[in-house]
């Protein structure tokens, strides 16, 4: 499964990209994950591919169980037809009302403002949960 991680601003903090590679050599086994950093959602809507499966994280979205997270990989790879999936990190302000339009999911991670860096780790490790969720591999705990 190849999926995108476009996110808003940089990792400058070294332990912020330790964190990161981390997950993105446990992930690995399950997908192709590549992190794509923009400056604008604008940059962010045209790094988009056209037929990709677009999850935006917004505090207006849904709030999902690790479960019903879990459940994105598992109905995109029954139904996705091949089509890219795409997480989309906001900057400080959110995301503009045209990549909420583009969207085909908004969630969120609960109701508190989470610094974007830090929602880029918690959303890598939500990912790699739900590959292991799926898989019905160790790691979760319900």
């Known amino acids: 499964m190849n999926i995108s991680l476009l996110a ?20 690995r086994p399950y997908c192709n994950l590549k ?7 604008e940059a ?6 056209e037929r990709a499966l677009v999850i935006a994280l917004d505090e207006r979205g849904k709030q999902l169980s690790s479960r019903e997270f879990a459940n994105i990989f598992e109905e995109h790879g029954q139904f996705g037809g091949g089509a890219p999936l795409v997480f989309a990190i906001g900057g400080a302000d959110g995301h503009n009302d045209a990549l909420r339009s583009r969207a085909n999911k908004l969630i969120a991670f609960g109701r508190a ?14 990912i790699y949960r739900g ?9 979760h705990r319900d």
Request: glycine letters at 4%; charged letters at 30%.
């Open 8 to 27: 808003v601003g940089r990792l400058k903090e070294s332990y912020f990209k330790e964190a990161q590679a981390e997950y993105l050599k446990r992930l």
């Open 113 to 126: 403002t989470i610094a974007h860096r830090l929602v880029r780790l918690v959303l890598l490790e939500q």
């Open 35 to 41: 992190v794509s950093e923009q400056k604008t959602d």
């Open 44 to 49: 962010m809507l045209a790094a988009i591919p």
């Open 131 to 139: 590959f292991r969720i799926v898989r019905g591999e160790p790691y």
